[in-house]
């Protein structure tokens, strides 16, 4: 049986557990008896509030597989997963379906907005479809962080690729969830605009207090997090506080030499 994979406390929470989600003893498997393959295996991990955690590890390592049982996105096949205090595992459609609405947030390469409405409808669409009025100074906040306060009237087709990315941060941020979800959320950008959206969740984490978990194959992706936790074969096996591209790096090389399985990595740590 593993360990579980935590993270210290830091400071006060205002009420709530230090921990926004957590995993115990996850498995996730598809298929049965000989075609059975384990996306995860038995993974233990907390998620601290209001930090930046980065899940990496080779294609086929189970990282996109554990943000989306996170999320509330795919079902587990045995262990448990809880938001805060909320156990998500077992929820009926319905419950999970509202939680995830009401207290998570998304993104993705893909940026999924409407051709049709404008960026400040763009980040306002998932509150109006939920009836829920927003709290407009923190709305302003939000904009003024990830840099669109001069776009708001803008449609996406008046909108870079960069642009369109931090639309679709600020809706994610917009509702106040206790938890952000990120896979490869820069993978469809240049560097500079990647750079750029990484930089403004940096900012949401540092002085919203938000709690984000990203999906990435970038070392230099992952250098903007607080920890970086590495998968292989559906488990946890190595975990790092206070990353660099660097350091990043030479832990991604080692942990695929240690996996002959793993794809090669090129120069930037991508599967190639």
């Keep these: 049986m593993t360990s579980a994979v935590s993270i210290p406390t830091h400071g006060s929470t205002g009420g709530r557990t230090a921990v926004a989600a957590r995993a115990r003893q996850v498995v996730k498997a598809y298929g049965s008896g000989e075609t059975r393959v384990v996306a995860l295996d038995h993974v233990d991990v907390d998620i601290a509030r209001g930090r930046f955690t980065a899940i990496m590890g080779p294609s086929g390592s189970g990282k996109s597989t554990l943000m989306h049982c996170l999320a509330g996105l795919d079902t587990v096949t045995g262990g448990q997963i809880h938001l805060d205090e909320t156990e998500i595992t077992g929820l009926k459609d319905k419950k999970l379906t509202q939680l995830r609405r009401d207290r998570i947030g998304f993104i993705f390469q893909a940026f999924n907005l409407l051709p049709t409405l404008n960026a400040l409808e763009n980040i306002t669409l998932p509150m109006d479809i939920a009836g829920r009025k927003y709290d407009r100074a923190w709305l302003d906040q939000v904009v003024e962080t990830v840099g669109l306060a001069g776009r708001l009237k803008h449609r996406p087709n008046q909108l870079s690729g960069g642009q369109q990315q931090r639309v679709a941060v600020a809706r994610a941020l917009a509702a106040r969830p206790e938890i952000i979800f990120g896979d490869e959320p820069t993978g469809n950008l240049d560097s500079r605009a990647g750079a750029e959206v990484l930089g403004f969740l940096r900012r949401s984490v540092t002085e919203l207090g938000q709690t984000i978990v990203m999906v990435t194959h970038d070392p230099v992706a992952a250098a903007y997090a607080d920890r970086v936790l590495y998968l292989a074969d559906g488990r946890i096996v190595d975990d ?33």
């Design 240 to 272: 790092m506080y206070q990353p660099t591209a660097e350091t990043v790096l030479d832990r991604m090389l080692r942990i695929s030499g240690e996996n002959p399985q793993a794809p090669d990595l090129d120069a930037r740590g991508r599967a190639s």
